[in-house]
């Protein structure tokens, strides 16, 4: 089955700064990476995704990069905020049909200084 | 508010009692699924339902059953709960035309 590794698993910066986290992947039959953010308490929230057709993808101050060669894809976020501050997930789907079966990496957390 | 609705949101069990999780979605998604979340190992699948009437396993299904019960709802059931049980679980449901899953708001589940 699908094997998603991602890092690192803390991060820390300062408000202002770019936060950069990385996730790689082992079926090259995956086809879709979407990313979530979990606050405290909270479940997790599809903040931005990318299908394998596609190598970027920008919303504001999110973008997503992929490298189906490589099979990474990352998750960057400028100008971080406190508010940016969450446990983020990716997430790789081995899947088709009807049915997106996501398999998702350990999460990162993202801590942002004022 | 559409979305993921779970109940309840804290159960606290001793070894052996049992209980369900129940989950409703009202976006008209096809697909539901019941994830638990633990420390340091992210979200683990447990069950899931590609569409009604039908239900598959996940990563970790050992000690849990499942039912769709209609379209709408999607329940997890632990028989004789373990304290390797405790845990936080999450429903998500994902449409035919979108990828996405939608989340609820999680049950933290403590066995004792």
């Known amino acids: 089955g699908e094997n998603v590794e991602q890092h690192p698993s803390t991060l820390s910066v300062q408000e202002g700064d770019s936060a950069v986290i990385k996730c790689t992947y082992s079926?090259?039959?995956?086809?879709?990476f979407p990313w979530y953010k979990q606050e405290l308490g909270k479940g997790p929230q599809l903040i931005i995704d990318?299908?394998?057709?596609?190598g970027e993808k920008k919303d504001q101050r999110i973008a997503v990069t992929l490298n189906k060669t490589a099979k990474h894809f990352s998750l960057h976020i400028t100008e971080t905020q406190p508010e940016d501050s969450a446990v983020y997930f990716c997430a790789a789907s081995s899947s088709g049909g009807s049915n997106y079966k996501l398999t998702f990496g350990k999460g990162t957390l993202l801590t942002v200084n004022p | 508010n559409a979305g993921v609705t779970q109940t309840p949101k804290f159960q606290v069990l001793k070894t052996g009692q049992s209980m369900t999780l129940q989950c409703a979605q009202d976006?008209?998604?096809?697909?539901m699924y019941w994830y638990r979340q633990d420390p340091g190992m992210g979200l683990r699948l447990i069950y899931y339902?590609?569409?009604?009437?039908?239900?598959d396993k996940g990563e970790v299904p050992n000690g849990y059953n499942v039912s769709r019960l209609n379209k709408r709802e999607f329940s997890l059931r632990l028989e004789s709960a373990a304290p390797s049980q405790t845990s936080v679980y999450f429903c998500a449901s994902s449409g035919r035309q979108s990828y996405g899953y939608t989340f609820g708001s999680g049950t933290r589940l403590t066995v004792v």
């Open positions: 990318i299908r394998s057709n596609v």
């Open positions: 976006m008209n998604h096809n697909s």
């Open positions: 339902s590609a569409s009604e009437g039908t239900t």
């Open positions: 079926d090259s039959a995956s086809n879709y």
